[in-house]
C-alpha cells in the first residue's frame, strides 16, 4: 500500500551493486514496494515509502537520494552533484540547507550511505546473504538476517536514559550494527563496508551574541522548510519556551497554523496560561486547548506497546496519547506536527560544563559553581573532588563499572563526571544483569573515546543522541497513526548553530535559556521571553501507575526480563504497583517497563535465541 | 507541576543592612535541623505579638535573604521560609508559615504566605496542603 505510506511510518535499505547482492534483495524485497536501482540495472534502494519522501537524482551513471524532508527537488539536487565525485558530493549536500534526510549515493559499484548528524535519522547494517546491507530500520535487517537478541544489551538498556557512550547506540540483537551518528557507510563493488566520520561537533567558542544570530537564523530556515509546501501544519504550544518559539516561527510561513496545548490536572503547572498569552500574540493560529484527560491515560495499551519499533523506547508510557493526538491532529487537516523536544538537549549543557568551564575560566566557573550548589544541594567537599578529577573518558567509564547501584535524588553527589550522574541499574536490576553491564562497560572502557575533548561538550552530545533516540522511535508512533512529527531542534544546522557557542554563556545557573532568549528577539513578545519556570509533568506519569494498575500487573506477572534472569520480579513489581520510591527518578521505572513491553514484542518464541527460546516460551 | 528553571535573581544588600538578614539565615539554619515538631514550638512563640505583615513587607524580608545567603536562594526552602518570618518578626511583623507536602509527584516544601496567598512563591506551592501552619496571633 504504497499510496497511504504516511512519511516516516515505512523503511528502506540500501544495496551494493553487485551480483551477490541479488539475493539480499530477494529477501527484502518480499516486503518492499518500491524499487530504486543502481545505473547498472541492479536494486539500490528497496523498501516502503512515501510519494514525496525520496528524490532521487540521475547525474550520469551516479545516482543520488535524499531521503526525508529536503528542499530539494530534482533538478536542485541534480545540480549539486559534482558527475566525477557523487560520493564526495554529499558532503556538500550534508552541510547545506537540509531539513532532516538520509543521504545516498550510488557510482561506479561504490556507495555512500549515511543519516543525520544528530542521529535522528539512524542507519543499522547487516551481513545478508554475504554482502552489507544498510537500513533506517535494526528491526527490518534482524527479521532479515533473522537475528537473535543478545542479552547483555537488554540488561544495558535497563540503565536507560544513562547509557554510556557508545553503547546507546548499539541494536539489541546479534549481527546488526548501527551507523554511529555522523559517520557515513562506504560500501564497495565487493559488498564489504566500513564507516568513515564525515561530521564533527563544532568548537564551543563562540559568543553569545554571535551564536544567537546564526542560531536564529537556522531555526528560521529549520521552520520555513517545513511550513513552505502551506496548506495546515500543527505545533506544540505547551507554554514553554521552546514551542512557543516554533508558533512564532511557524506563524510566519505559508502554512496554516493549528497550536495545541494539551492541559494537566496538575492545578501547580503554570504551562497553560502562558500558553494562552502566547496565543492572544498568535492572531492567524487556531490554538486548541486539549485536556490530557480526553486522552487515553499514560500507559494504556502498555501490553503492546513495545510492537513495531526497533529498540526499547521509553516513549512506551505515552505511546497511546501521542498516537491519538496524531490522529486527532491528522483529522484536522495537519500534515506535519512540529515538537519543541531536542530545544533543552542543545540550547544548554548539563553540570559537568562546570568541570570544562572551571578550567578556561575560573572565575565564572566557581561564581556559577556556588549557585549551582546551592540549587542542586551538592555537598562541597565531594564537588572539590570531582573538579580536581582529571580521568580519561575510559578510564573514568572503567572506573564508574565498579558501582552500578542506584543513585538516589538529592544525595548531595555532585554531577561533573564525563556523563552528568554515573552509570547505574535500577534497585531490582540482578547480579547478573550487573555481570553482563560492568563486563560491557569494561570492554567499551579499553577503546572508547568520548563525543568531544571536553566534559561539557561531551555530555551535550550524549544528550543529543539520547535525546534523538527516543525521538526517532516518537516520530515513528505518530507517522503511524497519520501524522509525523518533526523536531526542528534536531536538525543539524540548528545543532550545530547551538552548540558553537560557550558552554558557559549558553548555560549559566542565572538565566533561563540565554541563548534561545537572545534569538528570539525579534520573533517572539518579550513578555513572553521573560519565563521562568518550566512545565513538569510527573503527576501524570504517576496517575497513569495507578490507572493502568491491571495491565501493568499482568505485564509484571510473569516478566520476560525476569526469565532471563535479569531482574527481581518481586521488587520490580513492589516499585511498579506499590508506592513509588520518592527518590528514584521515575524514568529508572519506564525504562524497565519499555525493555519489558519490547521484549514481549520481539523475543517470542519464534524469534528467541535457542537460551531465550525455551524459557519465553513456557 | 511547575518548577523553577533559574536560580533566583538576588538583589544586593548594602553592607549596613546585611547583619539582621543574616542573623535570621544563621538562626534559622539551626532552627531548620530541628524536628518539625522543634520547629514548630519555636516559631509559635517566636510568633506571638507580631501583627501580621503585609504581603510587601514579608516579600521584602524574603528578598532580603535571599540576597545574603545562596542556599536561600536554590533549594533551600526551609531555612528560606524560617528566616524569612524571623526577619519579619525582628521588624514588628509575622507572615504565615507554612510547610506541607504531595504525594504525586512527592514533593515537600516550605513557604510563608501574607494577605493569603504565598510570598514570591509560585507556582510551586499551589496544590501541595499545608501540614503546619504558624500563623501571626496577637498577645493576648
Known amino acids: 500500500m504504497p499510496e497511504s505510506t504516511t512519511p516516516g511510518s515505512g523503511w528502506f535499505a540500501v544495496l551494493p551493486d553487485c551480483d551477490a547482492a541479488r539475493a539480499a534483495a530477494a529477501v527484502l524485497g518480499a516486503e518492499a514496494t518500491r524499487i530504486v536501482e543502481h545505473a547498472s540495472g541492479r536494486p539500490w534502494l528497496v523498501g516502503r515509502w512515501a510519494e514525496d519522501e525520496a528524490v532521487v537524482a540521475t547525474v550520469g551513471d551516479a545516482r543520488v537520494a535524499v531521503v526525508g524532508l529536503s528542499p530539494l527537488t530534482e533538478s536542485r539536487l541534480a545540480a549539486l552533484v559534482r558527475e566525477d565525485d557523487a560520493l564526495g558530493s554529499l558532503d556538500r549536500l550534508a552541510t547545506g540547507p537540509v531539513g532532516g534526510c538520509h543521504l545516498l549515493a550510488s557510482q561506479s559499484g561504490r556507495l ?90 563544532p568548537e564551543p567558542e563562540l559568543p553569545l551574541a554571535e551564536g544567537a544570530e546564526r542560531l536564529a537564523e537556522a531555526l528560521a530556515d529549520a521552520v520555513a522548510v517545513r511550513t513552505a509546501g502551506g496548506g495546515v501544519i500543527s ?154 578529577d582529571r580521568r580519561s573518558y575510559g578510564r573514568w567509564l572503567a572506573d564508574t563499572a565498579r558501582d552500578l547501584s542506584p543513585v538516589l535524588a538529592l544525595d548531595g553527589t555532585p554531577a561533573l563526571g564525563w556523563q552528568m550522574l554515573r552509570p547505574q541499574l535500577p534497585p531490582w536490576a540482578s547480579p547478573d544483569a550487573a555481570a553482563a553491564v560492568r563486563e560491557l562497560l569494561w570492554q567499551t572502557a579499553l577503546e572508547a ?90 503527576a501524570e506519569m504517576q496517575s497513569g501507575l495507578r490507572t493502568r494498575r491491571a495491565d501493568l500487573a499482568d505485564l509484571l506477572d510473569r516478566p520476560l526480563l525476569a526469565t532471563l534472569g ?11 504497583l506499590s ?35 525455551s524459557e519465553a516460551a513456557a | 507541576m511547575s518548577v523553577p528553571s533559574v536560580f533566583q535573581e538576588r538583589r544586593r544588600l548594602p553592607m549596613r543592612r546585611r547583619p539582621l538578614p543574616l542573623l535570621a539565615v544563621g538562626a534559622a539554619h539551626l532552627i531548620g535541623r530541628l524536628s518539625p515538631l522543634r520547629i514548630r514550638q519555636i516559631l509559635t512563640a517566636c510568633s506571638l505579638g507580631g501583627r501580621p505583615a503585609t504581603y510587601a513587607e514579608a516579600a521584602r524580608a524574603r528578598a532580603d535573604v535571599v540576597a545574603v545567603s545562596v542556599r536561600c536562594a536554590g533549594q533551600g526552602c526551609l531555612p528560606r521560609s524560617i ?58
Open chain 1, 112 to 201: 555512500r550511505s549515511q543519516g543525520t548528524a544528530s542521529g535522528l535519522r539512524q542507519l543499522f547494517s547487516a551481513r545478508l546473504a554475504g554482502v552489507v546491507v544498510a537500513c533506517d530500520r535494526a528491526d527490518v535487517l534482524a527479521t532479515a538476517v533473522d537475528a537473535g537478541i543478545d542479552e547483555r544489551l537488554v540488561a544495558l538498556r535497563l540503565m536507560d536514559p544513562l547509557i554510556p557512550h557508545p553503547l546507546a547506540e548499539r541494536p539489541l540483537w546479534r549481527g546488526v550494527s548501527a551507523v554511529p551518528a555522523g559517520t557515513a557507510l562506504l560500501t564497495d563493488a565487493a559488498g564489504n563496508a566500513r564507516t568513515r566520520r564525515w561530521w564533527q561537533a
Open chain 1, 235 to 388: 505545533s506544540d504550544l505547551s507554554g514553554g519556551l521552546d514551542s512557543t518559539s516554533l508558533c512564532f516561527l511557524a506563524a510566519r510561513g505559508p502554512a496554516r497554523l493549528l497550536a495545541l496545548t494539551l492541559t494537566g490536572a496538575d492545578p501547580a503547572n503554570d504551562d497553560l496560561s502562558w500558553a494562552r498569552r502566547a496565543a492572544a500574540h498568535l492572531s492567524d493560529t487556531d490554538h486548541q486547548v486539549l485536556p490530557m484527560d480526553e486522552l487515553p491515560p499514560h500507559y494504556t495499551g502498555v501490553l503492546r506497546a513495545g510492537e513495531g519499533v526497533d529498540e526499547p523506547f521509553t516513549g512506551v508510557r505515552v505511546r497511546a496519547p501521542f498516537a491519538e493526538t496524531a490522529r486527532r491532529l491528522a483529522g484536522m487537516g495537519s500534515r506535519l506536527h512540529l515538537s519543541g523536544e531536542g530545544a533543552d538537549q542543545i540550547l544548554s549543557a548539563r553540570p559537568p560544563y562546570l568541570h570544562t568551564t572551571f578550567r578556561t575560566r575560573p572565575r565564572t566557573a566557581l561564581t556559577h559553581l556556588r549557585a549551582t550548589l546551592s540549587a542542586q544541594r551538592w555537598h562541597l567537599l565531594p564537588t572539590l573532588r570531582a573538579l580536581a
Open chain 1, 449 to 538: 573515546e568520548p563525543l568531544a575533548p571536553t566534559r561539557g561538550q561531551h555530555e551535550v552530545l550524549w544528550s543529543v543522541r539520547n535525546g534523538t533516540r527516543l525521538a526517532r522511535q516518537l516520530t515513528r508512533v505518530t507517522s503511524e497513526a497519520g501524522l509525523p512529527t518533526h523536531y526542528p531542534f534536531y536538525d543539524d544546522r540548528v545543532v550545530e548553530a547551538a552548540l558553537a557557542v560557550r558552554l558557559h554563556e549558553r548555560t549559566t545557573p542565572f538565566a533561563y535559556k540565554p541563548l534561545l532568549v537572545r534569538a528570539m528577539r525579534e520573533a517572539v513578545p518579550a513578555e513572553l521571553l521573560a519565563r521562568r519556570t518550566k512545565g513538569e509533568y510527573s
Open chain 1, 566 to 576: 535479569l531482574v527481581d520480579a518481586d521488587a520490580l513489581r513492589r516499585a511498579c
Open chain 1, 579 to 613: 508506592m513509588f520510591p520518592p527518590r528514584l527518578s521515575p524514568v529508572t521505572l519506564e525504562a524497565t517497563l519499555a525493555v519489558e513491553t519490547w521484549l514481549r514484542a520481539h523475543a517470542g518464541p519464534a524469534s528467541a535465541t535457542p537460551a531465550m527460546g
Open chain 2, 83 to 140: 528566616a524569612t518570618a524571623l526577619l519579619c518578626r525582628a521588624r514588628g511583623t509575622w507572615p504565615t508559615w507554612r510547610t506541607g507536602m504531595r504525594t504525586v509527584p512527592m514533593v515537600a516544601h516550605a513557604w510563608v504566605e501574607a494577605e493569603g496567598r504565598p510570598v514570591d512563591d509560585l507556582p510551586l506551592t499551589p496544590g501541595i496542603p499545608p501540614l503546619i501552619t504558624v500563623a501571626p496571633r496577637a498577645r493576648s
